[in-house]
């Protein structure tokens, strides 16, 4: 296993109307992420937040390229970005103990914090297809260039590690500084990864070896 400690490029936040960041995706062109009553679109130029959506958002965030999803207590919800409208809702796998959620080919990822899991199911019925073990708890939850990444944030510890999506063995551990926590996780599709930082209110950007 290749480890080496995390390289922050830039930090966004506090936001004065989001006191916590708990999922985060990437739409290509805005940050969104769920901060417990919405969803907020950064812009991560500018580092300012240029609009919301009134949802419940307890966990995490995901984008499929056209919708955003986002883990709510103990269920997904299928949310159109441009009206806010809440298009379909699919039962979480974890019954509320969801923590990450990504989307890749074609079906959801799903953290799962205290169950130290992620399993992949079906963005139409919720049906759980395959499960990965973790070996440490399970905040967010990114695909990219066919690796899967996860967060860990266990007391004052905290690392974005990169897992084999058959066996689950960590294959790759980036160390985040002391009291600097993943909540929520997501790749740009290209060096960076957006990483929440819970009630530290942040998101930071990570380089991506």
């Not at 929520?184 to 930071?204: M, Q, T, V, Y």
Request: contains cysteine.
């Amino acid at each position: 296993m290749k480890k080496s400690a995390a390289t922050i490029l830039r930090e966004y936040g506090p936001f004065p109307e989001a006191d916590r960041v708990n999922g985060v995706t990437f739409d290509g062109r805005h940050v969104w992420f769920a901060s417990g009553d919405r969803l907020n679109a950064l812009d991560p130029d500018s580092g300012e937040v240029v609009r919301f959506i009134e949802v419940a958002s307890h966990a995490g965030t995901a984008f499929d390229g056209e919708f955003l999803y986002q883990i709510a207590e103990a269920v997904i919800h299928k949310v159109d970005p441009k009206t806010g409208r809440i298009l379909t809702t699919i039962p979480a796998p974890g019954n509320g103990g969801d923590s990450g959620l990504a989307w890749a080919e074609g079906t959801l990822w799903v953290g799962q914090h205290r169950g130290r899991k992620i399993h992949q199911i079906d963005p139409e019925t919720g049906k759980i297809l395959r499960t990965i073990e973790s070996n440490r708890v399970v905040t967010g939850v990114t695909w990219v260039d066919g690796q899967l990444w996860h967060g860990t944030w266990e007391g004052d510890e905290s690392d974005v590690r990169r897992v084999d999506p058959e066996t689950g063995e960590v294959l790759e551990r980036l160390d985040m500084p002391e009291g600097f926590g993943v909540s929520g996780l997501e790749s740009d599709g290209a060096d960076r990864f957006f990483c929440g930082g819970g009630g530290s209110g942040k998101i930071r950007a990570v380089r991506r070896p």
